[in-house]
């Protein structure tokens, strides 16, 4: 069993930013892929971000281009998300997962493992 814990969700004002982060225990695995995804009051989970081992292949939907950064310390098991310049659209619940093995992708069924998801609300 994989365990992912959470942390860093919280209340920014529009403009601000805020970390993530999502330490992983129990089994390990020699590759994995781990990924953030989001679900906001009323709608779907969607993918935000995504990271391969190595941490060589970043992944990011387009709306937080530019803005948001992935990246994993695998020494640790933790996977980070910083998100700056926040904007109102992106409250929501925030999910770490992981899929063991190779790839990058972005559909939550590829998924196996998943956090408890903190509350992320940005006021405008």
């Known amino acids: 069993q994989v365990h992912l814990v959470e942390s860093g969700g919280g209340l920014v004002q529009a403009g601000g930013s805020l970390r993530l982060s999502c330490a992983t225990s129990?089994?390990?695995?020699?590759?994995?892929?781990m990924g953030w995804f989001r679900q906001a009051p009323g709608k779907e989970r969607d993918f935000v971000a995504a990271?391969?081992?190595?941490?060589?292949?970043?992944l990011y939907t387009d709306s937080v281009k530019g803005r948001f950064t992935i990246s994993r310390d695998n020494a640790k098991n933790t996977v980070y998300l910083q998100m700056n310049s926040l904007k109102p659209e992106a409250t929501a619940v925030y999910y770490c997962?992981?899929?063991?093995?190779?790839?990058?992708?972005?559909?939550?069924?590829?998924?196996?493992?998943w956090g408890q998801g903190p509350q992320v609300t940005v006021s405008s």
């Open positions: 129990g089994r390990t695995f020699s590759t994995s892929t």
């Open positions: 997962a992981v899929r063991p093995g190779v790839g990058a992708p972005r559909y939550d069924y590829d998924y196996d493992y």
């Open positions: 990271i391969t081992w190595s941490g060589g292949n970043t």
